[in-house]
């Protein structure tokens, strides 16, 4: 069974910023991508952010480019998104999720609620 277990979420007011964070553990593969998804309420969950095993490669949905970001730490476990200039828009329950290879998996977190006053 693999775990996931988001932190970092709160309520801050637009302009603002927060630091998202995601602990991975258990009988995961060797390695591993992890992503960001969020979901706002009445929508679907979309995503965010994801990145590589190694670190050295990120990708990000259209509407948060440039405003976050997705790093891993050294021990590969825990990975972080950083999110600056933050938007009312951005508004949501923020998942992680492990990725195999090219697969998305069924492994999500319980989710950490972001809330961005304007």
């Known amino acids: 069974q693999v775990q996931l277990v988001e932190s970092g979420g709160g309520l801050v007011q637009a302009g603002g910023s927060l630091r998202l964070s995601c602990v991975v553990s258990?009988?995961?593969?060797?390695?591993?991508?992890v992503g960001w998804f969020r979901q706002a309420p009445g929508k679907d969950r979309e995503f965010v952010a994801t990145i590589n095993w190694s670190g050295g490669s990120t990708s990000y949905a259209d509407s948060v480019k440039g405003r976050f970001t997705i790093s891993r730490d050294s021990a590969k476990n825990t990975v972080h998104l950083q999110m600056n200039t933050l938007k009312p828009e951005d508004t949501a329950v923020y998942y992680c999720?492990?990725?195999?290879?090219?697969?998305?998996?069924?492994?999500w977190g319980q989710g950490t609620q972001v809330t961005v006053s304007s």
């Open positions: 258990g009988r995961t593969l060797t390695t591993y991508d």
């Open positions: 999720r492990v990725k195999y290879g090219s697969t998305w998996t069924n492994y």
